[in-house]
C-alpha cells in the first residue's frame, strides 16, 4: 500500500484539507492572541455556531447563501460578545480571561441545545461540488478540493492585507507593541474591535464549510477547540506564518500518523509538542511583540 503513489496522493490531500479547516479556525484566534492578549476559548463555539447558522439557512435557502450568511452572523455575535464582555475583561488578567470564556463555551453550547436541539445535522454538499474528480491521477471528492482551495484564497488574501495595506501595517504593529502603535496615533481600541470580529467571522465560516463534512452538533466546538490550540502554540502567537506552519504540521502528522502508525496516532502531535515547546518555548513564527 505504501508503495503506491496515489497513497501518498490521497492522504497529502486529506492532510491539506484538514490544514485549511484548521488554517481558518486557528488564525483568527492567534492574531486575537497576539494583538489583544486575550485568553478566548470560547472561538471554537463561535465554530460551533457557525456550522448551526449554516445548517439553518441551508435546509431554506441552500448552501451557498448558508457559506455567505454563517460568518456574517457569528462575527455579528462577536460585536456583541465584544462590547458586553470581551471589552471589559481585556485587562482582567489571563486566568480570569480563561474562566469567563470557559464559562461562556457552556453558555454558548446550552444556547444551542436550546435553539437546534440535541440532534445531529447535516448539510447536502451543493450540485456543483459534489462527486469526484480526476486529480493527481486520483479520485478525490471535490467538496474536499473546494476547502483546499479556499483555505489557500484565505492565506493569500490575509497575507496581502497584512503586507500590503495600512491596515494591515496597523495590525503588525499592534502586535509587536501595542503600546508604540497607540502613541504614534493608531487607535488601538478600533484595531481591536476588527480584530476581534474578523476572527469571529472566520471561526463561522470554518463552521460552515466543515458542517457538510462532519455532523452538526452541540459539543463539535469543543473537539476541535484542543487542535486548534495546538495549532496556535506549534506556529507561535499573533503570526499568519504561524498559523498556516502549525496548520499543515498538525494536519499532515495527524493524518499520515492515522494511517502509518495509528496505534502511535494520538501521542505524535502532543510529542510534537512538547518539543517545540522545549526547543522553541514562543512557537516556530511567533509575532516580535
Given amino acids: 500500500m505504501t508503495s503506491d503513489p496515489g497513497f501518498w496522493i490521497l492522504q497529502g490531500l486529506n492532510a491539506l484539507q ?12 492567534t492574531v486575537i492572541f497576539g494583538l489583544m492578549h486575550f485568553v478566548n476559548l470560547a472561538h471554537g463555539a463561535l465554530y460551533a455556531l457557525g456550522a448551526y447558522v449554516a445548517a439553518s439557512v441551508a435546509a431554506a435557502v441552500g448552501y451557498w447563501p448558508a457559506l455567505i450568511a454563517a460568518p456574517l452572523a457569528v462575527a455579528l455575535v462577536g460585536v456583541v460578545l465584544y462590547g458586553g464582555l470581551i471589552k471589559r475583561m481585556r485587562k482582567a488578567g489571563p486566568m480570569s480571561q480563561v ?10 453550547l446550552d444556547l444551542t441545545r436550546i435553539i437546534w436541539g440535541d440532534f445531529a445535522l447535516g448539510i447536502d454538499v451543493p450540485q456543483i461540488l459534489s462527486g469526484r474528480a480526476a486529480f493527481l491521477g486520483i479520485e478525490y471528492p471535490i467538496y474536499r478540493l ?38 504614534l496615533g493608531i487607535n488601538v481600541e478600533k484595531l481591536f474591535f476588527i480584530v476581534f470580529c474578523v476572527g469571529c467571522g472566520l471561526a463561522g465560516l470554518a463552521g460552515a464549510i466543515a458542517a457538510p463534512l462532519l455532523s452538526v452538533t452541540p459539543d463539535m466546538g469543543l473537539q476541535i477547540l484542543i487542535p486548534t490550540l495546538i495549532v496556535i502554540v506549534i506556529g507561535g502567537l499573533g503570526s499568519l506564518q504561524g498559523a498556516i506552519a502549525g496548520s499543515l504540521i498538525y494536519g499532515f502528522v495527524q493524518t499520515f500518523g492515522a494511517v502509518l502508525a495509528p496505534q502511535l496516532a494520538s501521542v505524535l502531535i502532543y510529542a510534537l509538542l512538547a518539543a517545540v515547546l522545549v526547543i522553541k518555548p514562543a512557537g516556530l513564527f511567533p509575532a516580535k511583540g
Wanted: glycine residues 10%; charged residues 10%.
Fill in 146 to 183: 473546494f476547502i483546499i482551495a479556499l483555505g489557500g484564497l484565505a492565506f493569500v488574501a490575509l497575507t496581502l492585507v497584512l503586507s500590503r495595506t495600512q491596515i494591515g501595517a496597523m495590525i503588525r504593529a499592534g502586535v509587536d507593541n501595542d503600546e508604540m502603535a497607540a502613541c
Fill in 99 to 108: 474562566l469567563v470564556t470557559f464559562g461562556l463555551i457552556f453558555a454558548m
Fill in 18 to 29: 484538514l490544514s485549511m479547516l484548521l488554517f481558518l479556525l486557528s488564525v483568527g484566534l
